[in-house]
């Protein structure tokens, strides 16, 4: 069965300082790769998606990048942290389709 | 701009109780729309799928009908208990073969004893 890793699961980290989130997927191959963010009082936004390795489309300008250096592992990076980058950044993959498969999250507070 | 609604924010039942959210979406132009339930500080599950094409989706407790023409759609519960107290986020996907969602804020349901 498939299952998707998210780590850390909390993170404080202080303004201007960078940041690297990893979410890794097993028991499928070549799956579409998302980072969603869900910030307080608002919905779920997509960040980025992957269809392949090294393919990262970005859906909104922002501080944050995404790379997909292997085929089952996909990493949210910052060089310099904002306070409005603190959120809730969840890590989903979906096999070229719904449905979608969400790992638990990583809370992430910009001090 | 797709953009998705969903009513009431926030519901509070007695368990047992029948009951139905509401998502609405400004586009009609959709490929699916997506159930999920959210745990507190969690990720979501997928709950339900609907295709364009279809009309409704049933698993266990749980009935979801999309009507595309007029944007809306509904996931009835039936006999709440408190294990179904969570967020409810209903999505819409505005690509083919992607899950480019578009998620509406989500109702907090909760269902005491």
């Known amino acids: 069965s498939q299952t998707i890793h998210q780590w850390p699961a909390t993170l404080v980290q202080p303004v201007g300082s960078p940041l690297s989130l990893e979410c890794t997927v097993e028991?499928?191959?070549?799956?579409?790769l998302y980072w969603y963010r869900q910030a307080a009082g608002r919905g779920l936004q997509l960040l980025f998606y992957?269809?392949?390795?090294?393919?990262i489309s970005s859906e909104v300008p922002q501080n944050l990048s995404a790379s997909r250096p292997q085929d089952r592992q996909f990493i949210l990076s910052s060089k310099k942290l904002l306070l409005s980058d603190s959120g809730f950044y969840l890590c989903?993959?979906?096999?070229?389709?719904?449905?979608?498969?969400f790992g638990n999250g990583t809370r992430l507070t910009v001090t | 701009k797709q953009e998705v609604t969903q009513i009431p924010a926030a519901l509070s039942v007695p368990e047992g109780e029948n009951l139905v959210l509401n998502c609405s979406f400004t586009?009609?132009?959709?490929?699916?729309l997506q159930w999920f339930r959210q745990d507190p500080g969690k990720g979501l599950t997928s709950l339900l799928l609907?295709?364009?094409?279809?009309r409704e989706q049933t698993s266990g407790r749980l009935n979801a009908s999309l009507d595309k023409s007029s944007g809306r759609s509904t996931l009835y519960i039936a006999a709440s208990q408190p294990g179904d107290s969570a967020t409810y986020l209903c999505a819409v996907s505005i690509a083919y073969n992607t899950d480019k969602l578009i998620f509406g804020t989500g109702t907090r349901l909760q269902v005491f004893p």
């Open positions: 586009d009609s132009a959709i490929y699916n």
């Open positions: 989903a993959w979906s096999l070229k389709g719904p449905p979608l498969h």
């Open positions: 028991g499928t191959s070549n799956p579409n």
């Open positions: 609907i295709q364009s094409s279809q």
């Open positions: 992957s269809v392949g390795i090294g393919q």
